[in-house]
Every structure is written in C-alpha cells, then in structure tokens.
C-alpha cells in the first residue's frame, strides 16, 4: 500500500502564504519588498514541483507506471489527476494556468512577470491546500485506499 505524506507540501504551502503576507506589508518599492517578492516567486515554483512529485506518486497507487509517469508532460499528469478525482476539471484548468506562469520563470524575471505572478497566487494558495487535503483523504499515511 503506498502511502503519501503531504507535510513537504503544507510547509510550502506555509511559508508562501506568509511571504505574500510580508510583501504586501512591506514598503512599495522597498528592498523588503523585493525580497519578499522574490521569495514568493521561489516558492510558487517550489510548490509545483513538490505537488507534481506527489501526484505523480498518487497516481502509482491507480496503476501507472512510475518509468511512464516519469516521462508523462504535466498537463498529462494533471488531466490524469481530474481521472482520479484528485482534481477537479475547474481545478486543472487552473494549474494549466499556474504551469504555463511557472514556466515563464525560467525566461523573465521582471517585474511585469512577477505582478502576473502575484495575482495567481491566492487562487494557488487555496488549491495547494485542497490538493493537500484530498492526497492525505485519499492516500495519507494508516488511510485505506479502494484503489490501491
């Protein structure tokens, strides 16, 4: 029985969070600021990455490979996720969005980049913490899985 553990995930999840609380209390245009902004871009990308880690480990316990999964792009990872119900259609359609930021990150990080950025992360917030959930409801640790 494979079981997930999320705590990486939650602690992502916090530490975002409270960068954006810090950067929006800090000065317009202050270093602080900045700081606090680029730490939020860091972990926005963090966060993505730790969630596809786990979803590509939830999706083992439905019967795909890991070799396969390994090499499956993103987007194919995530519509197979809304399969498992461990996301929502509305859910994925959202995450094509954080990927398609996310990936812009290797390319420019301006200041135009970052207020996109900005702008997603509450609707992230609130998904990585309803992905949390539902991979600890469905796989967490001493949790029983029908598909497994």
């Known amino acids: 029985m494979l079981y997930l553990n999320v705590d990486h995930l939650r602690r ?9 609380v810090l950067y929006r209390k800090a000065e317009q245009g202050s270093i602080d600021q900045e700081v606090f902004r680029n730490a939020i871009i860091k972990g926005y ?3 993505q990455e730790t969630a596809f880690k786990l979803l590509k480990k939830a999706l083992k316990a ?8 390994e090499a499956t792009p993103v987007k194919d990872i995530l ?3 809304a399969v498992h119900d461990l996301l ?3 859910e994925v359609e959202r995450w094509f969005r954080y ?3 996310r990936n812009n990150t290797a390319h420019d990080y301006g200041e135009r980049f970052a207020e996109e950025t900005l702008v997603l992360i509450p609707d992230f917030l609130q998904d990585i913490a309803t992905l949390a959930d539902v991979l600890e409801r469905k796989l967490g640790q001493g949790e029983k899985h029908a598909g497994a």
């Open 79 to 81: 519509r197979l996720a």
């Open 62 to 69: 439905y019967g795909h490979g890991g070799k396969k999964l």
């Open 99 to 101: 990927r398609d930021n």
């Open 88 to 90: 929502t259609v509305q």
């Open 12 to 20: 992502c999840l916090q530490t975002l969070s409270t960068s954006l």
């Open 45 to 47: 990308e963090l966060a």
